[in-house]
């Protein structure tokens, strides 16, 4: 019985979903799935896989790329001849009786090429567009939405599967190869800075209990508790895990934080790039910059983080979260 070793990364659940349905159909095929979490597996158990076996890898897309998490675990993983077929979720919206799909980015082939040089074979490259969860930027897709996304994606991983698990190729995301080579700039710049921007937007409200859930949840340890209060470090993934999981809904988007950032931002750029500092380079303008915002937004995520204990503050900057509104349905 051929085994398939089907490792996913999920924050908010659309690849687990995903990775599951897969593994039912694997089942139905007489198939021998076995399902690990990124999170939890131990990379050096990972050295059993049989040659035979099929290994699918699936992982959502953030700032088109998978997240580092993903990238470290296949940099990681141990080499190989098996067969390897890839897989996202990215952000799926209905419109009507469409879904228009997410952007993948560079993941599948930073992933393949990282894959191939361990000697594997990629036999395919499939994205599915689930609701999209990055729900500080934009207001949560309604339930009927997601419904619709779940039984659409459902009815696809039955159609890809059956592909998969009878021994053929799927490349099916190769149709996106131009529009997805084409924003690689976007997903760099995201890898080499924005993660970490993101990853000062989390904060929790006056709700907060301190009962360490997000904490505990965080897949990466990313969160800890700084003077009786989560703090959010630069190993955040922005998985949007702990947003989701909070019982009391208290983690929210720092809207506020970062329109102050900016306009601070804005005045002091203006004043040392018009006059002081001279930049040629548009690549060098861009992370000096970027650098510049990056440490302005720690500097004040501080501050913010200590006027968090008051509760009154608290409040106020809770009501400058578009998460804090009833229309963003956090
Ligand atoms: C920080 C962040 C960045 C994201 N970037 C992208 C993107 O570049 N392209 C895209 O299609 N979806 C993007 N998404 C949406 C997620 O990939 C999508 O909702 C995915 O299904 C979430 O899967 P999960 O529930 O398993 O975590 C992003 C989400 C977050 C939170």
Redesign the pocket.
């Known amino acids: 019985m051929v085994e398939v070793f089907i490792y996913?990364?999920?924050?908010?659940?659309?690849?687990?979903?995903?990775a599951f349905w897969f593994s039912e159909f694997a089942k139905k095929k007489g198939l021998e799935p076995k399902l690990f979490d990124i999170a939890k597996k131990d990379v050096l158990s990972l050295k059993e896989i049989p040659s035979s076996a099929l290994i699918m890898f699936?992982?959502?897309?953030?700032?088109?790329?998978f997240?580092e998490i993903t990238l470290r675990f296949i940099k990681n993983f141990p080499k190989g001849k098996n067969r390897v077929v890839l897989m996202?979720?990215?952000?799926?919206l209905k419109l009507g009786r469409f879904v228009t799909?997410?952007?993948?980015?560079i993941a599948f082939y930073l992933s393949t090429l990282l894959l191939k040089i361990k000697g594997y074979k990629i036999s395919g490259m499939i994205?599915?567009?689930?609701?999209?969860?990055?729900?500080?930027?934009h207001p949560a897709l309604k339930q009927n939405a997601k419904d619709y996304l779940a039984q659409v994606n459902y009815q696809r991983v039955e159609k890809h599967a059956e592909k998969i698990y009878s021994g053929k190729s799927d490349f099916y995301a190769c149709r996106e190869i131009i529009i997805d080579l084409l924003?690689s700039p976007?997903?760099l710049a995201?890898f080499i800075l924005g993660?970490f921007i993101?990853a000062k937007s989390f904060y929790a409200n006056d709700q907060c209990n301190v009962c360490g859930l997000c904490v505990r949840e965080c897949p990466v340890q990313a969160i800890r508790m700084v003077n009786q209060r989560p703090f959010w470090t630069l190993h955040c993934?922005?998985?949007?895990?702990c947003f989701n999981r909070c019982p009391q809904k208290a983690i929210e988007a720092a809207h506020g934080l970062f329109l102050i950032t900016s306009i601070v931002y804005s005045v002091l750029a203006s004043l040392l790039f018009n006059s002081f500092i001279k930049i040629k380079s548009p690549f060098m303008d861009w992370m000096v910059t970027s650098i510049l915002f990056l440490m302005l937004l720690l500097s004040f995520y501080q501050v913010q983080h200590l006027l968090l204990k008051n509760k009154t503050i608290a409040k106020i900057i809770s009501k400058t979260s578009l998460t804090h509104y009833q229309f963003w349905r956090h």
Request: aromatic share 12%; proline share 10%; hydrophobic share 35%.
């Open positions: 996913y990364f999920s924050g908010t659940g659309n690849a687990k979903k995903i699936i992982s959502p897309i953030h700032g088109f790329n997240p996202n979720t990215r952000a799926g799909p997410g952007l993948t980015g994205p599915f567009d689930m609701p999209s969860n990055w729900i500080s930027l924003i976007i997903a995201y993660r993101i993934q922005n998985c949007m895990k």
